[in-house]
């Protein structure tokens, strides 16, 4: 991969809910320092209450820093003037997409956010056929978006993103409600902008399995960066990741029991296919 510009960054980042409490409340994030570069795929994990949630809104100024700054593009979300023009560049999909459904049909639904930019009619239309047309989701322009699987949903949910043209979209936990086609769709999506569209991903998520191509991910724990780097480096650190409550890929785990009973298997076993070649060596 090749990296260039940061799209996102955190510097000395952190964040408290109910400032204005009397009770005091502990920080959801504590001096976080971050930055996501054009074309990645970041997936950030944690347990319930880490901060993973808190530090994707940071990601287009739906939250602002009590302390530190948040840059997206150069620009400062606490800059309510710049808020707009962030949300643009930074979209955001969240694990419910009824509730980013709008409309009475498929295209009027991705049509939404060009429409209310006041973008042209015919460029509005463009946009919302190469949307669709990305997520594969093409056929059910005219369809009602509620009466569609709750993968299509999500889908569907991403084209509106994609038809503000951003620069990278935030996904929180986007297929914590489905089925496992719905995950399989969505994930395939995903992996399809980043790798085909060149949209940088950060992708937020407690299924394992999604991580596994990701360019780097990150494990938040009490509002912190307990942990960072390529799938490979984070999951071969078993121990510590169980210690922060997390698993690991069923495969890894598979590995670590075999590594117990004297097998010489390597760390940082991640798929079926990579175990297959370690057990069974050709020739």
């Not at 976080?32 to 990601?59: D, R």
């Not at 560049?89 to 709008?102: E, H, K, S």
Request: proline share 5%; hydrophobic share 40%; aromatic share 4%.
């Amino acid at each position: 991969m090749t990296v260039s510009k940061a799209i996102i960054r955190f510097d000395h980042v952190s964040f408290t809910y109910g400032r204005g409490d009397s009770l005091e409340e502990p920080a959801a994030l504590r001096d976080i320092n971050l930055e996501i570069y054009e074309h990645e795929f970041v997936a950030v994990l944690g347990h319930n209450g880490s901060g993973k949630s808190t530090l994707a809104k940071h990601m287009n100024a739906l939250l602002v820093p009590d302390a530190g700054t948040v840059t997206v593009c150069g620009l400062d979300t606490a800059d309510v003037d710049k808020v707009w023009q962030i949300r643009q560049q930074v979209g955001m999909v969240f694990q419910n997409p009824d509730n980013q459904l709008v409309a009475t049909t498929v295209e009027e639904d991705v049509a939404f956010g060009p429409e209310n930019l006041g973008i042209p009619s015919a460029e509005i239309q463009r946009r919302v056929t190469e949307a669709l047309e990305i997520v594969d989701m093409l056929a059910y322009r005219l369809h009602s978006p509620h009466q569609l699987s709750g993968g299509q949903k999500q889908r569907v949910a991403i084209a509106g993103m994609l038809s503000m043209l951003p620069q990278c979209i935030v996904l929180d936990e986007p297929t914590a409600m489905l089925d496992p086609e719905g995950r399989r769709e969505v994930m395939n999506t995903i992996h399809h902008l980043n790798k085909e569209q060149g949209i940088t991903v950060v992708h937020i998520t407690h299924h394992m399995d999604e991580v596994i191509k990701a360019d780097r991910v990150v494990v938040m724990d009490e509002g912190k960066i307990a942990l960072e780097g390529t799938p490979k480096e984070v999951f071969a650190q078993v121990d510590l990741l169980r210690r922060l409550h997390l698993d690991v890929p069923q495969v890894t785990d598979l590995a670590q029991r075999l590594q117990a009973r004297g097998f010489q298997i390597p760390d940082g076993i991640l798929t079926v296919e990579e175990m297959v070649m370690h057990l069974c060596p050709s020739g």
